[in-house]
C-alpha cells in the first residue's frame, strides 16, 4: 500500500515539475481540388485555378458555402456563382485590398454600414447594361493601394464626395451610378 502511495506521489511530483503542457494542435488540412467530389467541384468551379494554392481556412470557408449550396434558392446560387466568378478574376493584391475594405466596414459605425448597405441595392438594382459600364469604367482606374485612402480607411465605400460606392470587384464606381447620399446620412458616413 505504501508503494502505491509512493507510485502517486512520485507521478503527481514528476507532473507537477514538468510545466504547463503545450497542447499540439495539428495545421487544418483541408482537400486537394482532385480530392473534392463532383458536386463540390461544380460549385465551386470557378475557384479551380486557385484551389491548391489557397489556406487551408479559405478551403473550408468556400467547401462550407459548397455545402449549403443545394438548399439555397436559384437566385441566391447564381450570385454565389457570380460573386465567386468576380473573386476568381481579381489579383492577390486586388484580393488584399478588398479584404481590408471588408474588415474596415465591419468595424465602421451602423450608419455608414446601412449607407453602403442603400447604395449596394441601388447598385443592384441598375441595368445590366449599365452595371457593364461601370466595370469597364472601374478597370481603366487604378486601383487605390492600402493605406492611401481617406484616414477613416471608407474611401471608395460609402459617404465619398460624388456618392461613389466600391463595385463588386472592390473599385470605387463612377458618381453617375448612384445617387449622392442625402447631407444627413453622407454627413455620419464620412466621420
Do not use: C
Amino acid at each position: 500500500m505504501a508503494r502505491e502511495i509512493l507510485a502517486v506521489l512520485g507521478i503527481i511530483a514528476g507532473l507537477a515539475g514538468a510545466g504547463p503542457a503545450l497542447a499540439v494542435v495539428p495545421p487544418l488540412q483541408q482537400p486537394a481540388w482532385s480530392q473534392l467530389t463532383t458536386e463540390q467541384k461544380h460549385v465551386l468551379s470557378p475557384l479551380a485555378a486557385d484551389w491548391d494554392a489557397m489556406e487551408p481556412y479559405r478551403k473550408k470557408k468556400w467547401l462550407g458555402i459548397a455545402a449549403r449550396y443545394p438548399s439555397m434558392g436559384a437566385e441566391e446560387q447564381a450570385r454565389i456563382q457570380g460573386n465567386m466568378k468576380d473573386w476568381a478574376r481579381l489579383s492577390a493584391e486586388e484580393r488584399k485590398a478588398a479584404r481590408e475594405k471588408f474588415k474596415t466596414l465591419k468595424k465602421a459605425p451602423p450608419e455608414t454600414q446601412q449607407a453602403v448597405k442603400d447604395q449596394w441595392q441601388a447598385y443592384r438594382e441598375l441595368p445590366a447594361e449599365e452595371k457593364e459600364k461601370l466595370r469597364e469604367a472601374a478597370k481603366a482606374r487604378p486601383v487605390p493601394k492600402p493605406g492611401l485612402s481617406k484616414p477613416s480607411g471608407m474611401a471608395g465605400m460609402a459617404g465619398t464626395a460624388g456618392g461613389q460606392i466600391a463595385t463588386p470587384l472592390g473599385r470605387p464606381a463612377p458618381p453617375a451610378a448612384v445617387p449622392p447620399l442625402p447631407a444627413s446620412q453622407s454627413a455620419a458616413a464620412e466621420r
